[in-house]
Structure formats: C-alpha cells, structure tokens
C-alpha cells in the first residue's frame, strides 16, 4: 500500500456510524485501512478544537449500541449486492479489544 492510499482512505465520524447503528447496523466493515477518518483529519480536528473527542470516534460510538467492526476486508466487489451471510472467525487475543479475523462469505444458491 502506497503512503497516499494509508492516509486518504474515507472515514466514518461518529455521526455517520450512529446513523448506521440506529438504522440498526451491528457489523460495520469497510475495506479501508481504518474506520474512523484518517488520522491526520483527526489530529487536525483535535487541534482546532482541543476536543479529544474528535479522536476515534467512530469506534467510540460503536459502544453506544454494542456495534463491532471489521476493517481491512478484502474481495469485496466479488460478493454479489445481496443473497449472502458473512462469518467473523477472529484470533482469540488475550488483554486486547481488536484482532485479526478470517472473514467468510456464504453465497446463497
């Protein structure tokens, strides 16, 4: 991955994924790098506005309605726009909050 590409990437706000939680999103993926903006937009927002809670707050808020999220997916323009499930098999880590996962798809027939 090219610097630009690990720094351009879209990114959620907390608005954006508490909009997606009410409508009642529990598994939020992305193929980006990250969920949340990039971090240099949010050590930006941070320095403008000296609030920490421009920081992460996408994942933050995925608190608020006991939301997960998987990023880094990979194949996504492979999967058809509906008629399949989706599996989380993550690494069981000890004293952490994130770990890698295989993630599978399940196509209907």
Same mark, same amino acid.
């Given at each position: 991955? @090219? ?6 990437? /879209?990114?959620?706000? #907390?608005? &954006?994924?508490? !909009?997606?939680? =009410? +409508?009642?999103? #529990? ?6 790098? =990250?969920?949340?903006?990039?971090? /240099?937009?949010?050590? +930006?927002?941070?320095?403008?506005? &000296? $609030? @920490?809670?421009?920081?992460?707050? =996408?994942?933050?808020?995925? #608190?608020?309605?006991?939301? !997960?999220?998987? +990023?880094?997916? $990979? ?7 509906? &008629? ?7 690494? #069981?880590?000890? =004293? ?9 798809? !399940?196509?209907?027939?």
């Amino acid at each position: 991955m @090219k610097d630009d590409e690990f720094w351009t990437y /879209p990114g959620m706000t #907390r608005d &954006g994924t508490v !909009f997606l939680t =009410g +409508q009642g999103a #529990r598994v939020l993926g992305t193929d980006a790098v =990250g969920w949340d903006r990039p971090f /240099p937009v949010m050590k +930006q927002a941070f320095e403008e506005t &000296g $609030d @920490k809670s421009e920081i992460w707050d =996408g994942h933050f808020a995925v #608190r608020e309605k006991e939301a !997960f999220i998987v +990023q880094q997916l $990979d194949n996504l323009a492979a999967l058809p726009p509906t &008629g399949y499930m989706v599996a989380f098999f993550p690494i #069981r880590l000890v =004293g952490t909050s994130a770990a890698p996962a295989r993630v599978v798809a !399940f196509l209907e027939d």
